[in-house]
């Protein structure tokens, strides 16, 4: 009876394990997918907000004041409403000193708002978000999200921050209940400044909540984050693969940069001081200048073909060739273009020197 055996795992999808590369990263945040907590966002502009009320109050309540009495004092204002183009002024004016009174406000949660943005993203610019996806308007896509884990825990931090707002609300408002049942004995300015200041109590103490749980929030975010950027080994093999190239252009750059690094090397061969060959497989040039190398160094080295080649140049460039065929074998093997030779070969490369300055 024949037994087959099938590997299970090949049914299985490989989970994300790996840590996400510097690329996948890269990629993510151009495609938009950034590490953001909009509580914490949230928080520091209510924050914000209110202590922009609390600082430009003053500032507020003056213009909202003149604005009040000009509006209910001066009658040459009504009498003058009567044109369309007396009205559009009016109008104007209107929106012109409210625009200063909320300017305060407005101008703080709007730096504080790229401010926080920017420390949590920095700056990214991608169009790639704005993208029509079909899964987006999909019925089918969206009853999923609505049911999706992702959902569920919005809902349950949206529950978490109205129970302990609440609870402090309630409970500072409880705490000051003397303050608001003397509202109605006190002056006009008093229970401004009293409301005032019961407003501000409130919402620093539910900007401090919404901080704290942003923090927690911030912390979830980038949980969740690194777990969507995760992946898996074979996804890291073939970035790897693309990061390599294709094997068969890693070749073809090889073998040009071989083409040019020949190019060069026979440019070099007049420059030489002596050929020494094998004398029909080995050439190998050297030159001897002691203001760049305290001993002689190669200038080009070949086999067979390049040999002949190497000897041909030499020959056209009058460049002395001496047969030396261990010798010749010793430099082919110990030395690389550009490399000094050997100590152990000087004596025997200072002997052929000395015959070739003879000659000359």
């Given at each position: 009876m024949n037994k087959y055996f099938i590997d299970l795992q090949l049914f299985a999808s490989e989970e994300k394990t790996e840590k996400p590369t510097a690329k996948k990263r890269k990629e993510a945040r151009e495609k938009g997918q950034v590490l953001k907590s909009r509580e914490l966002t949230s928080a520091f502009l209510l924050i914000f907000a209110f202590l922009s009320l609390r600082i430009f109050g003053k500032y507020m309540l003056e213009n909202l004041h003149d604005f009040t009495v000009m509006i209910f004092s001066d009658d040459n204002i009504y009498k003058s409403l009567y044109t369309v183009e007396n009205l559009s002024i009016f109008f104007m004016n209107m929106i012109i000193i409210?625009?200063?009174?909320?300017?305060?406000?407005?101008?703080?949660?709007?730096?504080?708002?790229?401010?926080?943005?920017?420390?949590?993203?920095?700056?990214?610019?991608?169009?790639?978000?704005?993208?029509?996806?079909?899964?987006?308007?999909?019925?089918?896509?969206?009853?999923?999200?609505?049911?999706?884990?992702?959902?569920?825990?919005?809902?349950?931090?949206?529950?978490?921050?109205?129970?302990?707002?609440?609870?402090?609300?309630?409970?500072?408002?409880?705490?000051?209940?003397?303050?608001?049942?003397?509202?109605?004995?006190?002056?006009?300015?008093?229970?401004?400044?009293?409301?005032?200041?019961?407003?501000?109590?409130?919402?620093?103490?539910?900007?401090?909540?919404?901080?704290?749980?942003?923090?927690?929030?911030?912390?979830?975010?980038?949980?969740?984050?690194?777990?969507?950027?995760?992946?898996?080994?074979?996804?890291?093999k073939q970035e790897h693969k693309q990061s390599d190239g294709d094997p068969l252009i890693k070749s073809k750059i090889k073998e040009k940069q071989r083409q040019i690094a020949m190019k060069r090397m026979m440019q070099d061969v007049p420059k030489a001081d002596v050929i020494i060959t094998n004398p029909t497989h080995y050439a190998i040039a050297l030159e001897y200048n002691n203001e760049k190398y305290e001993a002689p160094y190669v200038l080009a080295k070949g086999k067979d073909i390049v040999a002949q080649k190497i000897k041909e140049i030499a020959k056209d460039s009058d460049v002395p060739m001496v047969e030396n065929k261990l010798l010749a074998r010793s430099l082919y093997s110990s030395c690389e273009v550009g490399d000094s030779i050997p100590e152990e070969l000087y004596q025997a490369v200072a002997e052929v020197l000395a015959y070739v300055y003879s000659l000359k």
């Open positions: 409210t625009g200063k009174i909320v300017a305060p406000i407005i101008g703080t949660v709007f730096v504080m708002a790229i401010v926080i943005n920017y420390l949590q993203v920095g700056f990214l610019f991608t169009t790639k978000t704005l993208n029509v996806k079909i899964s987006r308007i999909n019925p089918i896509e969206g009853f999923k999200k609505i049911f999706s884990t992702k959902s569920l825990v919005e809902l349950i931090k949206a529950t978490i921050k109205i129970f302990i707002i609440g609870y402090v609300v309630i409970s500072y408002v409880r705490n000051n209940m003397n303050i608001i049942y003397n509202l109605f004995n006190m002056e006009i300015n008093e229970i401004t400044k009293n409301i005032g200041s019961l407003t501000f109590g409130i919402a620093i103490r539910s900007g401090g909540i919404l901080l704290l749980l942003a923090i927690f929030d911030y912390w979830y975010q980038w949980w969740q984050h690194e777990k969507n950027l995760k992946m898996t080994k074979q996804e890291i």
